[in-house]
């Protein structure tokens, strides 16, 4: 959280070789800290099971994970011009990156708080309709005010989601593999976000972005949708595996 603000005077006071110093720096600072990591081997005898796999299903929530991180990351990308284009400063950027990052820890408590009391279907959906309000306002508002408070709520969204996109892939596999792939997407989606977003700005402008942001959020509330669905809605795939495994040890 601190370091959105010493970023901005950083930049601002030297351009973006001050930032740039800032993050090699801390990185070399913080790299012994990887020595202290436990070198854990798995054990030998841990209990398998044999579960039928989801490929499917699993394939829909890594797209659906790929596009909606890609929206968010190519918003947050361009969350600094886009704040200068409406005459905020660098600084003045930083210091609402470091609010959003401080106000973000309600997303996540949210998540924490509610887990699936509602189910999954309504989170999602209320996260993805989130997002698409953020993209219009981030986009097409040209006010200080409201571009501030759409960054702060974009950092609760973000923090709001990731619980539940990366809970659905753990509950999918409980062998863990839907759960490493659902981290291969995030990555990806945070690859391809700040490109995707810089291409279309480049081609098109804002507006379209907005536009392009909304239809991938679209398509990857549908995805997850049809994936809660088919795999945690009563009598769904999940519930069936789990009465396998319950037979299974009992036998």
Same mark, same amino acid.
């Given at each position: 959280?601190?370091?959105?603000?010493?970023?901005?005077?950083?930049?601002?006071?030297?351009?973006?070789?001050?930032?740039?110093?800032?993050?090699?720096?801390?990185?070399?600072?913080?790299?012994?800290?990887?020595?202290?990591?436990?070198?854990?081997?798995?054990?030998?005898?841990?209990?398998?099971?044999?579960?039928?796999?989801?490929?499917?299903?699993?394939?829909?929530?890594?797209?659906?994970?790929?596009?909606?991180?890609?929206?968010?990351?190519?918003?947050?990308?361009?969350?600094?011009?886009?704040?200068?284009?409406?005459?905020?400063?660098?600084? !003045?950027?930083?210091?609402?990156?470091?609010?959003? !990052?401080?106000?973000?820890?309600?997303?996540?408590?949210?998540?924490?708080?509610?887990?699936?009391?509602?189910?999954?279907?309504?989170?999602?959906?209320?996260?993805?309709?989130?997002?698409?309000?953020?993209?219009?306002?981030?986009?097409?508002?040209?006010?200080?005010?409201?571009?501030?408070?759409?960054?702060?709520?974009?950092?609760?969204?973000?923090?709001?989601?990731?619980?539940?996109?990366?809970?659905?892939?753990?509950?999918?596999?409980?062998?863990?593999?839907?759960?490493?792939?659902?981290?291969?997407?995030?990555?990806?989606?945070?690859?391809?976000?700040?490109?995707?977003?810089?291409?279309?700005?480049?081609?098109?402008?804002?507006? !379209?972005?907005? !536009?392009?942001?909304?239809?991938?959020?679209?398509?990857?509330?549908?995805?997850?949708?049809?994936?809660?669905?088919?795999?945690?809605?009563?009598?769904?795939?999940?519930?069936?595996?789990?009465?396998?495994?319950?037979?299974?040890?009992?036998?």
């Amino acid at each position: 959280m601190a370091l959105f603000s010493m970023g901005g005077e950083l930049t601002a006071a030297y351009a973006h070789r001050g930032v740039f110093a800032l993050i090699a720096g801390l990185t070399l600072a913080f790299s012994p800290l990887l020595l202290l990591i436990p070198d854990l081997r798995a054990l030998r005898h841990a209990e398998t099971l044999a579960v039928p796999s989801v490929p499917l299903l699993g394939g829909l929530l890594f797209a659906a994970i790929v596009l909606y991180v890609a929206v968010t990351a190519g918003l947050f990308a361009f969350s600094g011009p886009m704040g200068e284009r409406i005459g905020l400063n660098t600084a !003045t950027v930083g210091y609402i990156l470091t609010v959003s !990052t401080i106000v973000s820890l309600a997303g996540a408590g949210a998540a924490t708080a509610l887990n699936v009391r509602w189910g999954r279907a309504i989170p999602i959906s209320a996260f993805c309709l989130g997002y698409g309000i953020v993209a219009l306002i981030l986009c097409l508002w040209k006010d200080p005010v409201a571009y501030s408070v759409a960054v702060i709520a974009s950092a609760v969204l973000y923090y709001f989601s990731l619980p539940y996109l990366f809970g659905m892939a753990a509950a999918l596999d409980r062998s863990g593999r839907w759960a490493a792939a659902a981290g291969s997407a995030y990555l990806l989606g945070f690859a391809a976000g700040p490109f995707f977003a810089g291409a279309v700005i480049d081609a098109s402008g804002y507006a !379209t972005l907005a !536009t392009v942001c909304i239809a991938m959020t679209v398509v990857a509330w549908a995805l997850s949708v049809y994936v809660v669905a088919r795999a945690f809605a009563a009598g769904g795939l999940v519930d069936r595996l789990d009465r396998v495994r319950l037979r299974r040890r009992a036998e």
